[in-house]
């Protein structure tokens, strides 16, 4: 069974960094590429970009260019999303998925990050 | 980016009821659109992909629809526990894109 385990949530400064893990298993890590999607409270989803666990290749939304930074570990099947600079609009879920079939078909559980001076 | 339009933003409907979510790409996305279905304090759970194609044990009782620009998704006989949002999204190009979401809700 495939399955994504996320950090927990975090309580952040603003201006400070934050790093998620998104913990893979059940598959073959480098079979498909990691995405990382932003839901803000209450609202929709906006898509950050992607990463290819195989040889590091990314793709991000150019909204979010500078902000995240997708990385992996494949020796512990894991991925990370950095978030730089933070502000009280990065507050919100985030969460990594497997895209498989043309739809983001798992999904972690999602991680809080709450941004408060 | 490819905008994606649910222009219902609240649905009303009753169980056992058919109804349909509709949503409009900005620009032709061929059939790369997906629905999802998303409850309080979960994750989306994708059930349809490539417009029309049921995903892995979602029920038969929704179906979608549609090619180009104008997408439909169905539920042919509403359950109290799809009770629910639903978000299309549009796989046709970088930035994935998300409409705005509709909540399906009892009258």
């Known amino acids: 069974e495939i399955q994504l385990q996320q950090s927990g949530p975090e309580l952040m400064k603003p201006g400070a960094s934050v790093k998620i893990s998104c913990k893979a298993s059940?598959?073959?890590?480098?079979?498909?590429?990691m995405h990382w999607v932003k839901q803000s409270h209450g609202k929709s989803l906006e898509w950050i970009g992607y990463?290819?666990?195989?040889?590091?290749?990314?793709r991000y939304n150019q909204k979010f260019k500078g902000k995240a930074t997708l990385t992996v570990d494949k020796s512990s099947s894991t991925a990370y999303m950095h978030l730089s600079s933070l502000t009280s609009e990065d507050s919100a879920v985030y969460s990594c998925?497997?895209?498989?079939?043309?739809?983001?078909?798992?999904w972690g559980q999602g991680t809080l990050v709450t941004v408060s001076a | 980016d490819i905008v994606m339009t649910q222009s219902h933003k609240f649905m009303s409907t009753s169980v056992g009821d058919r109804v349909s979510i509709t949503c409009k790409a900005s620009?032709?996305?061929?059939?790369?659109v997906a629905w999802y279905q998303q409850k309080p304090g979960q994750s989306p759970k994708l059930l349809i992909y490539?417009?029309?194609y049921r995903y892995t044990g979602v029920p038969d009782r929704f179906t979608g629809s549609g090619s180009g620009t104008d997408f439909t998704f169905t539920v042919s006989s509403v359950q109290a526990e799809d009770l629910s949002f639903y978000y299309c999204?549009?796989?046709?190009?970088?930035?994935?894109?998300f409409g705005a979401g509709t909540k399906l809700e009892l009258k």
């Open positions: 998925a497997l895209l498989i079939l043309g739809g983001l078909a798992h």
């Open positions: 059940g598959y073959s890590f480098t079979s498909y590429y």
């Open positions: 990463i290819d666990p195989f040889n590091g290749g990314t």
């Open positions: 620009q032709d996305v061929s059939t790369a």
């Open positions: 490539s417009a029309s």
């Open positions: 999204q549009q796989h046709f190009t970088s930035p994935l894109t």
